[in-house]
């Protein structure tokens, strides 16, 4: 799937998160799927752990690396947000604050991602009730295996798989991704 902004298909507006999903809920619907299982990595897993909390036709979903939970508060996060509330409070360039991620985007683009990154999905975990599979690389740096753990925790029909790797741990670890998710689809098979 190509999220707007992300590959071939631009972004010709901010958007927001239920957006994008409004966009995958299309495609199901345009292709009259009655069940689906979503897999997402990294902001495609914030995108799927929406639809599973609200959508009854996804039946299971696979959530690797996943965006969407709150990060800890950690002192380097808050010098930077007091560093750039300063540089905007006396007008000083803030061209060089945030993430090199966000730097690079278009305007359109800047305020999608910060109504994206600024939502999170920890209350949502309770309603989802299809069974998620969670695959997480050990040294994910970007999602912090704390992530995943809560996940867990939150979504009642889970299970952890922890592959050795960081961010893009199904490219880290590709070999052992394909067996778990070959088997997961198999299961998810035989309970029909």
């Excluded at 979503?38 to 599973?52: C, K, N, P, T």
């Excluded at 991602?113 to 997480?136: E, G, Q, T």
């Excluded at 996940?151 to 394909?178: A, C, M």
Aim: hydrophobic letters at 40%; one cysteine or more.
């Amino acid at each position: 799937m190509d999220f707007y902004g992300f590959g071939k298909t631009p972004a010709t507006k901010p958007l927001t998160l239920y957006d994008y999903a409004d966009g995958v809920k299309e495609l199901i619907s345009a292709y009259g799927m009655k069940e689906v299982v979503l897999v997402g990595h990294s902001f495609g897993g914030r995108v799927a752990i929406l639809l599973a909390a609200t959508l009854e036709c996804v039946k299971a979903v696979v959530l690797v690396d996943s965006a969407g939970m709150k990060p800890k508060r950690t002192f380097k996060k808050t010098l930077r947000q007091l560093n750039y509330k300063f540089r905007r409070a006396f007008k000083i360039d803030v061209s060089k604050c945030g993430s090199e991620d966000y730097r690079a985007l278009d305007d359109v683009m800047k305020i999608t991602f910060k109504n994206v990154v600024n939502l999170y999905l920890d209350d949502l975990l309770p309603a989802v009730n299809c069974p998620a599979l969670i695959i997480w690389g050990r040294y994910d740096k970007d999602t912090p295996l704390y992530m995943a753990k809560r996940l867990k925790k939150g979504i009642k029909d889970s299970g952890l798989i922890i592959l050795e790797g960081g961010h893009y741990s199904y490219l880290d670890d590709y070999g052992t991704f394909l067996a778990v998710l070959d088997s997961y689809f198999r299961d998810i098979c035989r309970q029909k």
